[in-house]
């Protein structure tokens, strides 16, 4: 009977990892199919990304019903405590992942009939590829239990936030020197602002993989590369006279 009851509950706990991994898979194709979208003004595959969050949702809460029940009845402790408490924390930073790359396919929706500029969309797109990276590596620090890769997989993360910060100066650069280009130019500064945001999401993974494996958090403050609120007013005000000329 108590082999009975180990297997069941072992049975649980991979269920909720296999959950967690499917998830990250979906969250990883929603981020590269809304980037496509966007890149090629495809609103078809905007709709499709936006559809799929429905399934990312339902899971996120699937996951959830399912580590707090294993909570409830088996009482875990030590290392598979930590295993399903910071499945709850992935799942949800999972499903935010999927809410900004819907986000992101929403914009598609509006600007996919107007002309974008090219050099920054392919800003946008080098910014998505080292967020697709990312989420991959997060996800593989994740099977593999590998603290160590989370950790430096956390450090990287000033890379996007720099990137980021390049793509808002040009933007705001674009924006202030022809006015007709506000409105494709604000949406593609939305999509650019939810990669980055991934790439939060991601580094908030890495920090849940060493917890899991070491029984620690990261206290250290993560350097962020996010530079875009030391733009000027001066330059926001330009922006703005300019698109009531």
Known sequence: MASHIVSSYEDELKYIVRRISEMGGQAERMLQQSVTALVKGDASIAQSVIADDVILDASQREVDEKAIMTIGKRQPIALDLREIVGAIRISNDLERIGDLAKNISKRVLAVHRHPQPGQLVRGIEHLSELAIDQLKDVLDAYATRDHERAAAIRES????????????????????????????????????????????????????????????????????????????????EQAVEAASE
Not at 190 to 208: C, L, M
Request: charged fraction near 25%.
């Open 157 to 236: 993360d000033e890379q996007i936030d720099a990137v980021y910060t390049s793509i808002f100066r040009e933007l705001l650069t674009y924006m202030m020197e022809d006015p007709r280009n506000i409105t494709s130019c604000t949406h593609l500064l939305f999509s650019a602002k939810n990669i980055e945001r991934i790439g939060d999401h991601a580094t908030n993974i890495a920090e849940t993989v060493f917890y899991i494996r070491t029984g620690q958090e990261m206290v250290t403050e993560r350097s962020k590369g996010d530079r875009s609120a030391s733009v000027t007013q001066k330059s926001v």
